[in-house]
């Protein structure tokens, strides 16, 4: 969701990023040779008021041409603005690495608008040390590539360890099925007035956002594409179960709390308060939960998502110019060899965020297979600055949960299911099937409008 690519864009630029690339495909196009003198426009370089990054990123690009000096990097601000995309696109203004959202490349890919890498892949050699799951996401049907993961992201179930102890809960064992979820809310809900099981979202866009995830943690899915167009898919059995367990919880067992509405913050301002006990959440609510709310890490613990059978995943990467020379392509790849998909620099750019006082050792992202991913998992214990040992039962689970994106118009479908999860948390006479059947009616008619 929007809100979640905000955080996700601010928490990569904490743990020292910045993304690339932004320029025109220019008329110097036809001075490019495979070995002469090549300039790349790239997106994604930290603006003005991010100084300390802004400054690390021009430093990589020195260092970089002066490594290549047949090459030219021309960085320009800005990330992926789907309103202004095609606009730039048309008007030879677009990058020619250009910075990309998960659920961007399948779009791009079926209108042609970006170009197969595949041929010049040789030119680096991280590639085969990213996960598949995650480079499939860059892949078109016809099996060619068209761009890279940078970082990703993917749902657990974020616990508060010491109510998890005051519970008697294991907290090294968190939950691993909503069966279980539901039996350690109630506990939590036992300590006392105020405390709250397990609590969840239902407002601005949120509550759709989560049911997604929770659909998908038991297999469902939000949309399936029908031929040409999308149908939605979640008013079936499976996502009678994600509210049925939302009402029980929340009108059965009182584990769940009486204030309801919530929305992004809330969830974050409940457990840096200490009488929340879990919900479905990203490992970067935890820095913000500490820096921003004044948690404290120690308390914090991450499990994989219930369920186990799907998380709703996302994060970032880089494709190019469907105008872009084979020049510039190679070009292209090189630098991000250099910056991005670069296992080699995992420990120097720990280093440096350590130093920064920001947090090392959290468990994603985590784009890196084989000996890359050893080189990460060594690097984090070497600056680690957070408890990375209460992230283990989601680290166990990483590569074997199947990552799903964003469903199709994700903000518009959310909206709808707003409604359904505001309802069942607010209405202990809600009707599940009714509910479900207005949103699919709905649902559809926004989907009938993609391509």
């Known amino acids: ?35 002469g003198p090549v300039t790349i426009t790239v997106n994604a ?37 789907p309103a202004t995309f095609t606009t730039r696109l048309a008007g030879g203004q677009l990058e020619d690495v250009f910075y990309v959202y998960f659920t961007d490349p399948a779009n791009l890919i079926a209108k042609k608008q970006v170009a197969d890498i595949t041929p010049y892949l040789g030119e680096i050699s991280s590639d085969e040390q990213i996960r598949p799951d995650l480079m499939k996401v860059f892949t078109g049907p016809d099996g060619k590539v068209y761009g890279l993961p940078w970082t990703n992201y ?3 179930l974020l616990y508060n360890r010491k109510l998890f102890t005051q519970a008697g809960l294991d907290p090294a064992a968190p939950p691993k099925t909503w069966e ?7 506990k939590i809900a036992a300590l006392g007035s105020g405390y709250v099981g397990y609590g ?32 939605a898919d979640f008013n079936n059995d499976k996502g009678k179960q994600v509210l049925q367990q939302l009402k029980d919880m929340r009108w059965t067992d009182n584990s769940m709390g009486q ?18 006990g879990m919900y479905v959440a990203t490992s970067d ?69 350590s ?30 600055n957070v408890p990375t040992e209460n992230y283990a039962p989601f680290v166990a689970g990483m590569t074997s949960v199947p990552l799903k994106t964003e469903p199709p118009a994700a903000q518009q479908v959310y909206a709808v299911l707003d409604a359904a999860m505001a309802k069942v948390l607010t209405d202990k006479n809600a009707d599940i099937a009714a509910l479900l059947a207005d949103a699919e009616k709905q649902i559809n008619a926004i989907l009938a409008a993609v391509k």
């Not at 759709?208 to 594409?225: C, D, N, P, R």
């Not at 204030?259 to 929340?276: N, P, S, T, V």
């Not at 935890?286 to 059978?309: E, H, M």
């Open 154 to 156: 993917s749902m657990g």
């Open 180 to 186: 279980e979820v539901r039996e350690a809310a109630k």
């Open 355 to 384: 130093d920064a006082k920001l947090p090392v050792g959290l468990p994603e992202p985590a784009i890196w297979s084989g000996a890359a991913a050893d080189k990460q998992a060594a690097a984090s214990k070497k600056y680690a």
């Open 259 to 276: 204030r309801q509405l919530l929305e992004w913050a809330d969830l974050l301002q409940l457990m840096a308060g200490g009488k929340l």
């Open 285 to 353: 609510n935890i820095p913000t939960i500490v820096n921003q709310f004044k948690g404290n890490f120690a308390d914090y613990g991450l499990g994989s998502v219930p369920g186990g059978q799907g998380t709703l995943a996302g994060g970032d990467g880089f494709m190019f110019n469907a105008k872009a020379t084979p020049a510039k392509i190679k070009a292209g790849l090189k630098w991000l060899a250099w910056e991005f998909n670069n296992p080699d620099r995992i420990e120097e750019k720990n280093k440096i965020a």
């Open 45 to 81: 370089l930290p603006p003005d008021t991010d100084p300390v990054n802004r400054k690390a990123f021009q430093d990589s690009v020195k260092a970089f041409e002066a490594a290549n000096p047949n090459i030219k990097i021309d960085a320009r601000e800005g990330k992926m603005d």
């Open 1 to 35: 969701m929007n809100t979640r690519r905000a955080r996700l864009g601010l928490a990569v630029v904490l743990t020292i990023g910045a993304a690339m690339l932004t320029a025109a495909c220019g008329s110097d196009d036809a001075k490019d040779t495979a070995d």
């Open 200 to 231: 969840d979202y239902s407002k601005s866009n949120t509550g759709g956002w989560h049911f997604t995830a929770e659909l998908y943690s038991i297999g469902g899915q939000v949309a399936k594409k029908d031929g040409d167009t999308w149908k």
